[in-house]
DNA sequence: AAAACGAGCAACCGCAGGGCC
DNA sequence: AGGCCCTGCGGTTGCTCGTTT
């Protein structure tokens, strides 16, 4: 099957993206959705590519991405789940909610994998990556305990599964269950029509992400700036916030298997990871477990363990990923 | 003060998979 | 059934900025 290269068009520009082109594309996308990205050049005039436009809105201006310092258990998450998952950035990042798969990445080659390869060089025994051990422990016996400990982990998915299914009835609705999170109505996009629908807010946007950007924006051509602002309003995030919800709304909707009482799981899943102790502060709407692409209850992120048609119970994993995190912080995770 | 170096990060590239016709 | 198109993912590149020499 081969495939004509997607941005090896003349005029089509590459390189950083500008504050107008972001504009632009998170104007278009509030009205639209984040869908048919092949015309998303043709229709905003961006002399982009469609690849392009995609990456810029799921790494930096979708709603609800968190930037900057990863928390320490942001990064025993990601020690844990890489052991578990590989490099499966994607699969990652929907544990790690706010965090684009990129981003993640980004962190792990750049830092984290520097960090472990010192621990093991520095400690001549060579144990212990991401995998918890009270004292020192081969390669190979970390390697039978990583193994062992996936096995365990999959034999508890299964029966817990079991049990899961038998009391999924609670079939309660994400959105349901965060609906506290803001009083607002929002604009849905309805995942098959791609019209938006009113329902009550279940994925709070960021505006965070584009005020910053029209922050950089004004900074650099300040009257354009202002006008561009105004176009930007609070409802437009509202709606710009509902079609990132087609995500959510799809897993809601079209994963009825999932449903496996989402309240039980939205609560496992906040104690997962800790949500309290996460930075909102720039960001007082934005319902941590409902990321769009982020949460795990999204298809194409579950990690491999679904393999089998099973999905993640969280109180599972949660105890499995964090029961040795206390042994961890001796090696100044 | 300036050049060299390194780290961090945004963006690109190419492949794979799935859906549609 | 097979080809085409679109999207998602992971690896890689290259730019920017801070630090060191």
């Known amino acids: 099957m081969g495939r004509p290269p997607c941005c090896d068009k003349e005029g089509v520009k590459k390189g950083p993206w500008t504050p107008e082109e972001d504009i632009i594309l998170v104007s278009y996308i509030q009205e639209h959705g984040p869908s048919n990205w092949k015309a998303v050049p043709a229709n905003t005039g961006l002399s982009r590519c469609s690849k392009s436009c995609r990456l810029r809105w799921t790494n930096y201006l979708r709603p609800g991405i968190k930037r900057?310092?990863?928390?320490?258990?942001?990064?025993?998450?990601?020690?844990?789940l890489q052991a578990l998952l590989g490099n499966r950035w994607a699969a990652i990042a929907a544990y790690l909610p706010q965090r684009t798969d990129n981003d993640i990445k980004n962190y792990w080659n750049t830092y984290l994998k520097k960090k472990l390869n010192k621990l093991e060089a520095g400690s001549d025994q060579g144990h212990n990556i991401g995998v918890s051990v009270s004292q020192p422990m081969s390669r190979g016996q970390w390697?039978?305990?990583?193994?062992?400990d996936i096995r365990m982990a999959k034999r508890a998915l299964i029966e817990a599964l079991s049990s899961n299914k038998a009391s999924s009835s609670s079939t309660l609705l994400l959105a349901e269950s965060n609906s506290n999170l803001s009083s607002e109505n929002s604009i849905f996009y309805n995942s098959n029509t791609n019209k938006p629908t009113t329902q009550s807010m279940c994925y709070?946007?960021?505006?965070?992400?584009?005020?910053?950007?029209?922050?950089?924006?004004?900074?650099?051509?300040?009257k354009l700036a202002s006008c561009a602002a105004s176009a930007v309003t609070q409802n437009s995030f509202n709606n710009l916030a509902g079609a990132d919800t087609a995500f959510s709304e799809g897993i809601t909707t079209t994963k009825g298997s999932t449903s496996t009482s989402t309240v039980e799981l939205s609560e496992t899943f906040d104690s997962l990871f800790g949500y309290e102790s996460l930075d909102y502060s720039s960001n007082s709407e934005f319902s941590p477990s409902l990321s769009p692409e982020a949460t795990p209850f999204q298809d194409e992120s579950k990690p491999d363990i679904t393999a089998d048609g099973i999905d993640m119970p969280f109180s599972l994993l949660e105890k499995w990923l964090l029961d040795d995190a206390a042994c961890q912080e001796k090696l100044g995770f």
């Open 68 to 80: 900057g310092n990863f928390t320490d258990q942001e990064e025993k998450m990601i020690i844990h």
């Open 204 to 222: 709070a946007s960021s505006a965070d992400n584009i005020a910053r950007l029209l922050k950089g924006w004004m900074k650099n051509t300040p």
């Open 143 to 148: 390697e039978r305990r990583l193994q062992t």
